[in-house]
C-alpha cells in the first residue's frame, strides 16, 4: 500500500495562491492513479482535481477549472496542486487520494480511490 502525507495548506486572502504538496511512501508511486479532494464544514467531501498514473491526463471540478493545476513528480513521490486566484469558497481541508491504476483514466468518485492522506487546512480570508 502507499502513505500519503499532505501538506503547503495555510491561511491566505482571496485572490492569493497556494501550493499543495502530496508526498508518498511505500509502494511505487507512479503505479498510481492520485487525486485531490476537500471537505468544508458541513458538506461533503468532494473532488477537485485528479491526474492518472503517467501525468498525461488530468481533470478538475469545474469551479476550479482555469484557477487550479494538478501535476506529479513519479521521481520525486510527490504530487501538487496549485491554486491560483484562491475564493473564500475555497475553504476546506484537502486531501490527496490514490488508486493503484495504469489506465489512462482520471477518477473522480471517492469511492474509486483506495488510500487517503489525512488533510491539510486551506482558509482563505474574503
Known amino acids: 500500500q502507499v502513505q500519503l502525507v499532505e501538506s503547503g495548506g495555510g491561511l491566505v486572502q482571496a485572490g492569493d495562491s497556494l501550493r499543495l504538496s502530496c508526498a508518498a511512501s511505500g509502494r511505487r508511486f507512479s503505479n498510481y492513479a492520485m487525486g485531490w479532494f476537500r471537505q468544508a464544514p458541513g458538506k461533503e467531501r468532494e473532488f477537485v482535481a485528479g491526474i492518472n498514473w503517467s501525468g498525461s491526463s488530468t481533470y478538475y471540478v469545474d469551479s476550479v477549472k482555469g484557477r487550479f493545476t494538478v501535476s506529479r513528480d513519479n521521481v520525486k513521490n510527490t504530487m501538487h496542486l496549485q491554486m491560483n486566484s484562491l475564493k473564500a469558497e475555497d475553504t476546506a481541508v484537502y486531501y490527496c487520494?490514490?488508486?493503484?491504476?495504469?489506465?489512462?483514466?482520471?477518477?473522480?468518485?471517492?469511492?474509486?480511490?483506495?488510500?487517503w492522506g489525512q488533510g491539510t487546512q486551506v482558509t482563505v480570508s474574503s
Open positions: 487520494a490514490g488508486r493503484e491504476s495504469l489506465e489512462r483514466t482520471v477518477y473522480s468518485g471517492i469511492e474509486r480511490y483506495d488510500y
